[in-house]
């Protein structure tokens, strides 16, 4: 049968199994809109093209599915770059699509005209421009595909205004090969044996996890190892709740805000797993003075991401699941007749580290600590919600001190640190989960960057929380003044800002505020009892410190304690 | 160190755009850039020339491994490979210089492209070291514009 290019591209999407795709309307898709009523698809309209990205990133992130994005061509699509960036720098499959202008005034500076395709060439996985609507149907399945498969990512298809009204004879293919993309997934059994090999001989070894446990959905397999050789697990901020926190060997995030214990365990190591994690400059501190005695065991399904800061001993080339599922597989009998090298006096070492420096802060009378609104979200809801968070001081708190039970439940711009991410991506995650609790960990500034988007949450009934940990500063900035630039808190201090509660209000959702500390749980509990959207404006102690820190540029082993 | 990399890719458009785009993104350099169709419809070939350690060396490879759009690379400078660049050379041939210029073409197996009464167009192929050694030679006379196709190469026969 014969379709237009807007029905080719509807149809695709149902048939990729599509529920929800955000977007916003404007001259160049306004063809996809006209078809969009006849599709079983959900659209979400959002207020800011960078709300569309970011919620199609958080449906991502909480779902594991692919998340849509539909803008129109120009500022629709330039508004949406910021979003593609957050989404590749975390390796989030999600597929935006971008009206054009027609295919004959391309490169005219027509109205609404820019090269989508060049400005997003360095941050996607790839992306097409369609001139010819009989690629399209095939355009689609590879978007799907390559955006899913290999390393996560976001990909884009740019769809000029005519290609979109002409007709073809549609066939969506069934599958796909790609002569030029050819992920692995399996990993060498000769490397498998060299880690089962090392990692029942070392001393103290430690696993280090990243985003790629989550994406591979292999967080149960990592906990089998993990309790099998009794190891200590840290993770990146990408990876909270692969591990759960109340497992004994669970020692929190590591890097520049880790806790002491993971930075010490990692530093003193014979053996690190690194498993989907990149050896990030905010993990690595000083790379010189990186782990110095570990032999490293780097398993990631990128190639380009091993050997690219560290030298590794062992480097696997495999999708983190598949390397999890072949190395029980050796390991399993093996310890069956033999178990593994006895390694006590290394968890010991370890357990001390944890209790001599927890993280920890000590809440006044007055004063509402911004740590303790955080502990307090987590005991609320038993570490099951689902947590999204802005950028900067909030962040890092809500990484640090909520206890998280379950992967895909802590969604965060880890690579880029988007300011305004939190909230639309709350939005998206409550969209495809509308019975949990979703929570958006908010700062006063990064809330402000996509605060439009209450219209979206109240019009939908997403009964997104928003609890902003008001400090009055660009908290995070104003703690570098602080410490390194002699306190000269230049354009940091956000003393000018809008009354949330009526701003929530306005909106026509919830407000509430808190200055109280006894007030905090009650509020809260208030709050996350109610099926709307609410935001919580909790007055917190204004010059409230991150801690512990690594100085940017020192080795994680000097942190910055209090 | 100079490497010289082989990379087919599928010939659409913008994948020169996301080759370089990788190279200059990344703060890799690129000395030289061939790009031709091969016998295989669709997919072309390019040879690159770039400098750098073992360490940026393998993550270039890596990278440009890693573009959707390309198919296969080839780090020539680890095998045996025969290499070879055309160049163009507009030269000083007047009165006297003549002589001299048509002299070291001889040696240099250049060929005499284009004659006119006080200049020579030649042409020249060979590798990176003689057309630097002719260049060399040709300035003491006057060269008076270069064209260069930047290198191609190919891995040679009978290895593994
Ligand atoms: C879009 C964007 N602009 C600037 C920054 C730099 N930045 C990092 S943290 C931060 C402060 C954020 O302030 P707020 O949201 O109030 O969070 P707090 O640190 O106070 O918790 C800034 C400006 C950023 N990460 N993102
Ligand atoms: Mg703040």
New interface residues.
Partial sequence: MELTGAQILLESLRREGVEVVFGFPGGAVIDIYDQLPHYPLRHVLVRHEQGAIHAADGYARATGKVGVCLVTSGPGATNTVTGIATAYMDSVPVVIITGQVPTPLIGNDAFQEVDI??IT??CT??NY?VKDVRDLARVIKEAFY?ASTGRPGPVLIDLPKDVQTQLTEYKYPKTIK????NPTYAPNPKQVAKVAEVLRKAKKPIIYAGGGVIASEASDDLAWLARALDIPVTATLMALGCFPADDPRWLGMLGMHGTYAANMAISHADLILAIGSRFDDRVTGKISEFAKNAKIVHIDI???SI??NVAVHIPVVADCKSFLTALRDILEPALATEPAASHEAWTTKVSDWKAEKPLSYTQNETTIKPQFVVETISKLTKGEAVITTEVGQNQMWAAQFYAFTKPRSFISSGGLGTMGFGFPAAIGAQMAFPDRLVIDVAGDGSIQMCIQELATAVCYGLPVKIVILNNGYLGMVRQWQELFYKKNYCATCLDVAPDFVKLAEAYGAAGFRVTDPAKVESTLAEAFALPRPVIVDVVVDREENVAPMVPAGKSITEMILV | MRHILSILVENEPGVLARVAGLFSGRGYNIETLNVAPTLTEGLSMMTITTTGDEAIIEQIVKQLRKLVTTLKVVDLTEVKSVQREMMLLRVDAEGQKRVEVLRIVDIFRCKVVDVSPDELVLEVTGNQEKLTALINLLQRIGIKEVARTGAVAMKRGMQE
């Fill in positions: 395709v060049g060439r360095s996985k790839h421009l390559l790609m002569r030029s993309y990128d190639p380009t050997q690219k």
